[in-house]
């Protein structure tokens, strides 16, 4: 599992790191993507993985800390994933406008020859 | 209706609670700007000068108590837990000198930039109030927080702001380099996320102070991880610094940007420097074990290319702003090699030194940034070509231009630029009699008593010294093709309130060099507190609840004074009073 | 567009008849094959995405779904749910904003010289270290024995004293509430730069041409007899149309049940939020912008301004009880009121938190959508002149 998980991040990652190097800001987007899906997933791994043990606590009795997976990492993401939304739909918008400004979608702004 | 409500008698702001206000005004103000018109932009000036005003107020009052009392020699922290809950759990604000100073610092800054942007630029577009006053809610955060996950939400908070600032104003140059600005940041913000992931996953804390406690007793096989982790982190901070191979987006971002925005963003990279500095004194101070100056030479490497690379560049420039862009630069360059050689031990005075110089340089950039624009704006270079292109690409339904005649021209104005510009490149380039010059003497000489004299530190002098000659040179060459041969040009119209702010910046740089003494004590109580964690740490695990403290009190009538002296926050009373008189 | 959307809408439910399945199923193999499939859709979507812009779209909506679905097996509801909702918006919004891109060539002169290929072999291996190296440290990090104290006082102190069962969302509006107070500033910042930004933006001429398919149903119009000139346009997707109109009520439920039940169980503010958003998203897409705006009046940046004070003030308000800022109020007095509401006042700190990521969200697609209106305005007083 562990070593699935990882490989997987470990794609993620390395899709998305090729892709922001990409001239296009179409791919820049994408591969931004990518890597917060990827960076996402590092976050949530670092809390250990544990199947069926979702952080929702029984309203009654004694409460046993090993019979739920590690609620802290789960928060961190959470505030990730909507960070990482906000600045992803931001920066489509600057390079919309940027496409409108200069007429291409280089990130320079011009084509290169 | 404003951020100043707070503080009306009656109000819940205590001194207790005085500690998040820098947070707070700035976010009570930015939402309450949202529900004026976008027009009623004398209301938003209003209420965004106030809150600037009161948070200069709030920061100088905490300045004050983190001098702190008499028998801990001025080295004491205040503590503000968020929600109530116990240290390393929940998050908390962490308040010492070096984040006083901080605070003080960016509230400064910010007061002339808004002024400022009040004579035209804030017509140029949406929100600008609003996103300035997140910009201080984010910077001001990111001073004070102690968790490193919070501290990521108010970089993102301060950077998603300075994306938004960055842009104001539109046109095609601004965007494409506000393009290359949000991208670079992006990835250092995964870059952070990373490294606080890690380093969760790895030693099981968030909150600094914890961090730093459990640093030495980390096992070996893990530390490699640790140091993993806190080395992408850093990485994060060190583009926000504007270390040499990190920092290409700087100038151009910096140059594109609107006068007051960029005068502002001078304070961004310190927040930078800040951190780095911060967590390198909490995790690999002299002394904490294996980990001990780990990054030291990465620092005093990078820092000195930083150095070298501005040098170049600012020979290089023709503009003045792109000029400026290059100092903002030799600025960060300096302060991170000095961060890097204090690690080695023994820079305190060195360290003392770099803190005087950052404040002095910040505020010169800062004042050059808004003086660079008033200048070229007579010379039809970037600044009015970004304006033509701006209305070119405007839109029917834009707003129309502020009407003219709010403020009147001065007569003479070419002078008065001069002589302003003249004060700030000397500020600048480290000349005497201003505070440039004794920020950097001190470095140097607290260098060559504190840490030795190999060849790294003599590089570093060389480096120190050229740059100063360069700054000098390229701008006093600028400044003759400006204000001496300035004929053929048409004086630039200027309003009293572009002028002010900068006279204001000026001025308070010439205060600090008259005030040298006290500043440079307390930059040295800084110094020596930095070089000390064990007193911020202790601070921050044995802080105590607001709950339990009440709970004692029940029981027992006479609580214990003795704790309570460590630190600053919650028992407010002994505090506020005695900080001042110990002070003189 | 609306394809995309339904592609997006109908893999959600796909996915969400699938995650019950693949709960009871617990075989590591089946978690490798869709780890397969994610794999294949990131390297797709980085094969895909110079040329092919809306298949490297799906591709990545697949890499997302994978994502979601981790989260669901591994023990994390609401990161799933938060994940698939930002999923929607995030593809809605990069579909909308397709529309402004320039047309692809087929191929670019420039690829083929040598110095881009050797750029590019750079290029890949620096992702691949990237890649190797987050994987390796995921890998020995996860293997590592977990020492965590912190978790365990967050389990056990969450319901005794943040007065909800559900533990990620009470660590998020309350013991690290300030992160999410953060988070919805940031929220906040990114719509607001987003409409100032757009409120000055010209999309470029060539995307000023009416889409091929409006083209054909005009000139379809045309060609008939009877027909007055963009009918066809009117009522293409009529019928969708008007099931979106009708599933604004039941988002609107679905939001306030997301929204209540968020301390106990998953859900919270910002899914609510969020999904009360991509409802009235749906009803952009549904009608033509001007209908709309006739019928429906919201106010984006009041609602964030609302939210933001809404949530600040809640803060402030244990001031009044002498405990710092954003000390929740459930923790003293340990009185459940009626039913099973938790009446903390982390509840009012949520509810600031929805408004603001409604306003913002809103906010943010609609300064998007009004481009199109813009356009076609423009468009048709150039027509005009042609006539003239």
Known sequence: MELILSLGIGILVASGTWLVMRPRSFQVIVGLCLLSYGVNLFIFSMGRLRTAAAPILPKSGEIDPTAFTDPIPQALVLTAIVISFATTALFLVVLLASRGFTGTDHVDGKERQ | ?584 | MLIGLFCATYSLWGASRLTPALMLDNASVIFALIWVVGAACAVGAAWQAKYHRFAALILLGGAGLVTVVTFVWFSAPDLAVTQLLVEIVTTVLLLLGLRWLPKRREEISGDALLRSRIRRRVDLVIALCCGGGIALISYIVMTMAPGNLASDWFLEHAYAEGGGTNVVNVILVDFRGFDTFGEIAVLAIVGLTVFALLRRFRPAMESNEMTEQQRWQNAYDDAQDGRERGDTVRDYLLVPGVIMQWMFPVIMVLAAQLFFRGHDLPGGGFAAGVALAIAFLLQYLAADVTWIEDRLRILPVRWIGFGLLVAVGTGMGSWMFGYPFMTTYSQYVRVPLIGDVPAASALIFDLGVFATVVGAVVLMLIAIAHQSLRWSRARSAAEEKEDE
């Open chain 2, 1 to 584: 209706m404003n951020g100043i409500e707070a503080l009306m008698p009656g109000g819940a702001l205590t001194p207790q609670h005085m500690m998040i206000a820098p947070i707070l005004i700035p976010l009570i103000a930015a939402a309450i700007m949202l529900f004026y018109e976008d027009r009623q932009r004398k209301a938003k000036t209003a209420i965004s000068v106030i809150a600037s005003v009161v948070m200069l107020l709030v920061a100088l009052d905490l300045l004050n108590r983190s001098k702190g009392s008499g028998p801990s020699g001025g080295n004491e922290i205040g503590l503000y837990l968020l929600g109530d809950w116990p240290t390393p759990f929940g998050i908390n604000l962490v308040l010492d000198r070096l984040s006083a100073l901080m605070l003080v610092l960016a509230s400064i800054l910010s007061i002339p930039s808004l002024i400022y942007a009040s004579a035209a630029w804030q017509g140029r577009g949406q929100h600008f109030h609003s996103l300035f006053m997140f910009m201080m809610m984010g910077v001001n955060g990111a001073f004070l927080t102690g968790d490193l996950f919070n501290l990521f939400v108010f970089f993102e908070i301060m950077l998603a702001a300075s994306y938004g600032l960055m842009l104001h104003g539109s046109g095609a140059a601004r965007v494409r380099s506000g393009m290359h600005y949000i991208a670079i940041n992006l990835m250092a913000s995964l870059f952070f996320l990373i490294g606080v992931a890690t380093i969760y996953g790895v030693v099981g804390t968030l909150n600094m102070a914890d961090l730093a406690q459990r640093m030495p007793y980390i096992a070996s096989s893990d530390r490699p991880l640790v140091h993993a982790g806190l080395a992408i982190l850093g990485l994060a901070f060190l583009v926000k610094a504007g270390m040499w191979p990190l920092c290409f987006w700087l100038p151009p971002t910096y140059q594109a940007a609107s006068a007051p925005v960029a005068a502002m963003f001078a304070i961004l990279t310190k927040v930078g420097v800040y951190i780095i500095l911060r967590l390198t004194f909490l995790t690999f101070a002299p002394g904490t074990g294996p980990s001990a100056g780990f990054g030291a030479g990465v620092l005093i490497a990078g820092g000195m290319a930083t150095l070298a690379y501005g040098t170049v560049g600012i020979l290089g420039s023709q503009a003045m702003s792109r000029m400026t862009g290059f100092s903002v630069l030799i600025s960060s360059g300096t302060l991170l090699t000095v961060v890097g050689l204090a690690m080695g031990g023994g820079g305190v005075a060195m360290l003392a030194g770099a803190l005087y110089y950052m404040i002095g340089s910040t505020i010169a950039i800062s004042g050059l940034f808004l003086l660079v624009e008033l200048v070229e704006r007579g010379q039809g270079s970037v600044a009015a070509m970004l304006a033509l292109t701006s209305d070119l690409y405007g839109g029917p339904d834009d707003d129309p231009e502020e009407p003219e005649g709010s403020g009147f021209v001065i007569p003479g104005i070419m002078t008065i630029l001069g002589v302003c510009f003249a004060a700030l490149a000397v500020l600048l380039a480290g000349m005497p009699p201003l505070s440039g010059f004794l920020g950097k003497v001190m470095i140097l000489s607290g260098m060559l008593q504190g840490t030795g004299s190999g060849p790294v530190e003599w590089g570093f002098m060389a480096l120190l010294i050229l740059s100063g000659l360069a700054t000098l040179v390229a701008l006093v060459r600028v400044g003759i093709q400006t204000f001496w041969a300035a004929a053929d040009d048409v004086a630039p119209k200027v309003k009293a309130t572009e002028i002010a702010p900068i006279a204001a910046l000026i001025l308070s740089a010439v205060l600090l060099t008259w005030q040298a003494r006290p500043a440079m004590r307390y930059m040295e109580a800084t110094a020596a507190a930095l070089h000390e964690p064990t007193v911020y740490i202790n601070g921050v695990i044995m802080a105590e609840r607001t709950v339990e403290r009440q709970e004692q009190a029940e029981t027992a009538p006479e609580p214990p004074p003795e704790p309570e002296r460590e630190r600053l926050g919650p028992p407010a009373p002994p505090m506020g009073a005695p900080a001042g008189e110990v002070q003189q």
